[in-house]
């Protein structure tokens, strides 16, 4: 199964600037899923990145915010563009198969945890 | 609509026996998820169990199935200062469809 890189881990951001997040997979997978955990909240889905086509974003989020690029099979990033102090949240993404679940599931990365001042 | 709800938090001594609850309204998941989030890392997947189970049981954990009533337990057995993390219940309609997370129960491991 397997393994996720998620860059950067952490950071602190002005108000009205953007941050790019990087996703790399260490093998071919067809979908990757970009989630956002707010505060004391569970794991919202934002979107879903296939390679070759435009992402598919969930109810209440957009493209313009949160652009996506998925320009090959392991790799994908996240913008959050126009950051606001509401934007601060983890940002995690994740593939499908976990090697904990026998291929069940889904897999992780640890999370680039963003704050804006 | 789907929906997952767990305790917020629960707090146990070192060794005895931790139970943490899910329940869960949507009849047509297939898999239901134990995930694990230490601080500062990513969810580590538990374990899982198929909507067939009524029980599953790894090592130190076991995880209780009731269809019926659509609850969902994970019972972690001789707790250990190590197990303290944030446990998140998650829903899934076959194995890969979109997961549903609740918003997890922090689990506090006193010695």
């Known amino acids: 199964s397997a393994v996720i890189s998620q860059k950067p881990s952490r950071d602190i951001c002005q108000r009205g600037t953007s941050l790019t997040i990087q996703c790399q997979v260490d093998?071919?997978?067809?979908?990757m899923f970009w989630y956002r955990q707010q505060p004391g909240q569970s794991l919202t889905l934002i979107a879903t990145?296939?390679?070759?086509?435009?992402?598919?974003?969930e109810s209440g989020f957009v493209i313009d915010k949160f652009p996506i690029s998925r320009p090959n099979l392991t790799f994908s990033t996240l913008t959050v563009s126009n950051m606001s102090p509401e934007d601060s949240s983890i940002y995690l993404c994740?593939?499908?198969?976990?090697?904990?679940?026998?291929?069940?599931?889904?897999?992780f990365g640890s999370g680039t945890r963003l704050t804006v001042v | 609509g789907e929906d997952v709800e767990q305790s917020l938090f629960l707090s146990v001594r070192e060794g005895d026996s931790s139970v943490i609850n899910c329940t869960y309204t949507?009849?047509?998941?297939?898999?239901l998820y134990w995930y694990k989030q230490e601080p500062g890392a990513g969810l580590q997947l538990l374990t899982y169990?198929?909507?067939?189970?009524d029980m599953k049981q790894d090592q130190r954990l076991t995880v209780l199935l009731n269809k019926k009533d659509k609850h969902l337990s994970l019972r972690i057995a001789d707790t250990q200062t190590g197990d303290s993390a944030i446990y998140f219940c998650?829903?899934?309609?076959?194995?890969?469809?979109?997961?549903?997370f609740g918003k997890g129960t922090k689990l506090s491991v006193k010695p």
């Open positions: 998650a829903e899934s309609i076959g194995s890969q469809g979109n997961l549903i």
């Open positions: 169990i198929f909507s067939n189970m």
């Open positions: 093998s071919q997978v067809t979908m």
């Open positions: 990145a296939n390679q070759g086509s435009e992402a598919t974003y």
């Open positions: 994740s593939v499908s198969g976990s090697p904990s679940g026998q291929g069940v599931g889904y897999t």
């Open positions: 949507d009849s047509s998941s297939t898999y």
